[in-house]
């Protein structure tokens, strides 16, 4: 079993709908992070959140919105996605603070689905 | 920026012979992690390498860190059905983010 949890498991959304998706981990880490994954592709950042703060940002689209409410949660926030952006989303967490030395804990993702 | 090879894109096998996928850098690399990812799963850490020239090995699996930390590589021996997925190695360099390979699919067949 996964230690990050990520709801829900499969999205599917018009290009006009508003959703979110949700993970939440209790491994006591506090960096989170936000990728996508396309078929055949390696995980691509979006995200990162150290100590529930915004650290990285690779260039998303404004329609993808994170949020941090506290240590254990991150959402991402979906608004007038475009087909495209159909994916697997994936979160994962890490000890900080040296970000690309520690070793990720992925969850299960959301597979979305734009229509 | 940094970027990681990987090769091969995709290996078929038969059940019970050896597998080897390859990583290279353009950059000397801080440590190299290796993840495994089931058909509609999700990427699994396997192991982490920090040391020049550093050799691991889990069972049938061992992994490698070159020298001069810019390569990598994870060696299958006598591969089994449960080996079947993509292996991606992912890189750093000094507080960087995680720089993934593309992947070696591997599929084994019985």
């Known amino acids: 079993d996964t230690e990050v949890t990520q709801t829900p498991k499969h999205l599917v959304m018009g290009m006009t709908n508003k959703k979110s998706l949700k993970c939440e981990q209790h491994m006591g880490h506090r960096a989170m992070y936000w990728y996508k994954q396309k078929a055949k592709k390696p995980p691509e950042l979006m995200f990162v959140?150290?100590?529930?703060?915004?650290?990285i940002n690779e260039s998303v689209p404004s329609r993808f919105s994170p949020e941090c409410p506290n240590s254990s949660l991150l959402n991402l926030h979906l608004h007038a996605l475009q087909p495209e952006d159909s994916a697997l989303y994936l979160c994962a967490s890490s000890q900080p603070p040296r970000i690309g030395a520690n070793v990720l804990t992925f969850g299960a993702g959301s597979r979305l689905t734009v229509l | 920026g940094q970027q990681v090879m990987q090769i091969p894109q995709y290996q078929h096998v038969q059940e019970g012979e050896d597998f080897t996928t390859y990583c290279n850098s353009s950059t000397t690399l801080s440590n190299i992690q290796w993840y495994k990812q089931r058909p509609g799963g999700h990427p699994v850490f396997l192991i982490q390498l920090v040391k020049s020239g550093e050799v691991k090995k889990q069972k049938r699996l061992t992994f490698q860190f070159g020298e001069a930390k810019k390569n990598s590589s994870l060696h299958i021996t006598a591969t089994q059905t449960t080996d079947v997925g993509t292996y991606f190695c992912a890189g750093a360099s000094g507080y960087s983010t995680l720089t993934f390979g593309k992947g070696t699919m591997l599929l084994v067949s019985p």
């Open positions: 959140y150290s100590y529930e703060k915004l650290s």
